[in-house]
């Protein structure tokens, strides 16, 4: 079945950056985008960015822009999300998500923790 | 960038009862296919609910009904079962943005 695999928790300090990793499968990668959603601790669900892995287009939260860059690998079925500049309010679970209107399909989430 | 409100913020109610959660656009969705609903529980990944407004996702059961068009939108448990006591979040595309409500959370009276 599809399924979406992130890698594992991260620590950076203040001013780092931090990639995470989605590797999918069970599914051809390219017939699906894929988000990227974050909560952070005591907080909602926030939406930061989406990439269709057939060419690569990304669209980036507004609050996001400059900081988070998206790319995917279609060799490996892999989509990356960088995020810059970190701050401690970049605390947060990570999570890709496949789907446009709506995410059907989750990773596990990737911890980040930003701490000097 | 749309915002969407979400009512209440905080649900108590019993195994049995009725859940009717709430979410309001601030300005008209053109479209009821951008209009989502998931639950998260804690430590877990968000689990797709509804989509297109009031479709039931692979494995929801027929207790989960989701309504609306213009700027208010309801997803309606009709019998809590325990399993349902979650975060529920609603989740809007618009001008090439997604937006999150900010969740309400269904707790067990």
């Known amino acids: 079945q599809a399924q979406l695999v992130q890698s594992g928790p991260e620590m950076k300090k203040p001013g780092a950056s931090v990639k995470v990793s989605c590797k999918a499968s069970?599914?051809?990668?390219?017939?699906?985008?894929v988000q990227w959603v974050r909560r952070a601790p005591g907080q909602g669900l926030e939406w930061v960015a989406i990439?269709?892995?057939?060419?690569?287009?990304?669209n980036i939260a507004q609050k996001f822009l400059g900081r988070v860059t998206v790319t995917g690998v279609t060799s490996t079925s892999t989509v990356y999300m960088e995020l810059t500049g970190l701050k401690p309010d970049d605390t947060a679970v990570y999570y890709c998500?496949?789907?446009?209107?709506?995410?059907?399909?989750w990773g596990q989430g990737t911890t980040v923790t930003v701490s000097s | 960038e749309i915002v969407l409100t979400q009512s209440p913020g905080t649900l108590s109610l019993s195994p049995g009862e009725r859940a009717t959660l709430s979410c309001r656009a601030g300005?008209?969705?053109?479209?009821?296919?951008?209009l989502t609903w998931y639950q998260q529980k804690p430590g877990q990944a968000p689990r797709l609910v509804i989509y297109?407004?009031?479709s039931r996702a692979t494995g929801i059961p027929d207790r989960f009904s989701g309504r609306g068009s213009g700027t208010d939108f309801t997803l309606t448990i009709s019998r809590l079962e325990p399993e349902d006591f979650a975060v529920y979040f609603c989740?809007?595309?618009?001008?090439?943005?997604?937006?999150f409500g900010q969740g309400t959370r269904v707790d067990i009276k």
């Open positions: 998500a496949r789907g446009f209107y709506s995410a059907d399909v």
């Open positions: 069970g599914y051809t990668f390219t017939t699906y985008y």
């Open positions: 990439i269709n892995p057939s060419g690569g287009r990304t």
């Open positions: 300005q008209s969705v053109s479209s009821t296919s951008y």
């Open positions: 297109r407004t009031s």
């Open positions: 989740q809007l595309y618009g001008d090439s943005q997604w937006t």
